[in-house]
């Protein structure tokens, strides 16, 4: 067994490795997470927004697959803030109440208005009670990084650049650019984990994020066709077949699925699919001039085509891989890959 990797962020939740399974709806479920966490990682989940009681049925599977009967859990959960912000039908704001009585060791909130509001929330929850919740919050900008760390005092950061699949902001630059400015802007005494996302699925991609400065890394696409994703088997299917040129950053992809709503400048990247080249460039929440949004929905829905969430790295996801294997593999090839820089030194 290669040794553990000591970063900010491993100190922070306890683990061996500082490999992060980020919160994704109808992807990473409490089996999963509680899978990645048990590998040395650490694994958030998040709710489906389809009903409270399947909500609080992943608690059930956490703990049972955990073996903990009580007591605070080690995965995090995650919730978007606009739909805490709107209270919708499907009781966001009670599910954010569960996994905080649950306790989880953190929460991870992303796309608000405003995330400070639920940040603070959290914290005030916690006062009466010896368990803290550690609050992850994803950043696109620099300028969301400082509020974060400086305003509302998060304990990690995600830095999410535009090559992460799923839903971000159509503003974020890649990766290596976001992350260095925040290194950069924030002093290291004064620096919560700064975490990396986006198109990372390579050991070496993680061993590059860290000797950046970055004290962890977030691996979704990677962990989308284990048998423990809530992905359908079709479109696990699609994302072993799906080479690196099969992904877009789109608005569209909402707009096919009926998922409107977002806050303004959040789009997503998923599988390139027929329609989305007809609705590409438009705004949010407006349909095409002249075109009528059902017809290409019916086509889509004709042509067994569906939205399939996946980021830039998905070519390297030939088969679906128990959680284990995916983070002893990133871990392993880290680690070498690490010693192997220190060789490039010359005394």
Not at 18 to 45: H, K, R, W
Not at 238 to 245: E, P, R, S, T
Not at 312 to 327: H, K, L, Q, Y
Request: charged share 20%.
């Amino acid at each position: 067994m290669s040794p553990g990797i000591n970063t900010s962020l491993t100190r922070l939740l306890g683990i061996r490795t500082p490999i992060i399974l980020p919160a994704m709806a109808f992807a990473s479920g409490g089996l999963l997470a509680s899978q990645v966490t048990q590998a040395g990682g650490f694994g958030f989940f998040s709710p489906t927004y389809s009903s409270y009681d399947h909500w609080a049925s992943e608690f059930t599977s956490v703990r049972s697959t955990l073996g903990l009967s009580s007591g605070p859990l080690p995965v995090g959960a995650g919730f978007l803030g606009f739909r805490l912000d709107k209270d919708t039908p499907d009781r966001p704001r009670d599910m954010l109440q569960l996994a905080l009585e649950q306790q989880v060791k953190a929460v991870w909130l992303s796309f608000g208005s405003d995330l400070g509001k639920w940040v603070r929330h959290v914290r005030e929850y916690d006062t009466s009670r010896e368990h803290k919740t550690l609050v992850f919050v994803v950043v696109n900008t620099l300028t969301d990084a400082l509020v974060a760390i400086n305003d509302w005092k998060v304990d990690a950061i995600i830095a999410q650049g535009s090559e992460s699949g799923g839903h971000g902001a159509s503003y974020a630059p890649p990766l290596l650019n976001l992350l260095s400015t925040i290194l950069d802007a924030v002093p290291e005494d004064n620096r919560p984990p700064i975490i990396a996302a986006g198109g990372l699925v390579r050991p070496n991609q993680v061993a590059a994020m860290l000797a950046m400065g970055a004290a962890g890394t977030v691996h979704g696409t990677l962990f989308l066709a284990c048998p423990a994703s809530l992905y359908k088997p079709e479109a696990k299917r699609l994302i072993i077949a799906a080479d690196g040129q099969n992904t877009v950053r789109s608005y569209a992809f909402d707009l096919l699925r009926g998922t409107t709503g977002w806050p303004k400048g959040v789009d997503g990247r998923g599988l390139t699919i027929s329609g989305v080249g007809e609705l590409q460039g438009m705004e949010q929440d407006v349909c095409p001039p002249g075109r009528d949004l059902e017809v290409l929905q019916k086509a889509m829905q004709e042509r067994s085509e569906a939205v399939v969430w996946a980021g830039t790295g998905v070519g390297e996801v030939r088969n679906s891989r128990d959680p284990s294997a995916i983070v002893q593999e990133l871990h392993d090839g880290a680690v070498a890959a690490l010693r192997g820089v220190r060789d490039l030194i010359v005394d």
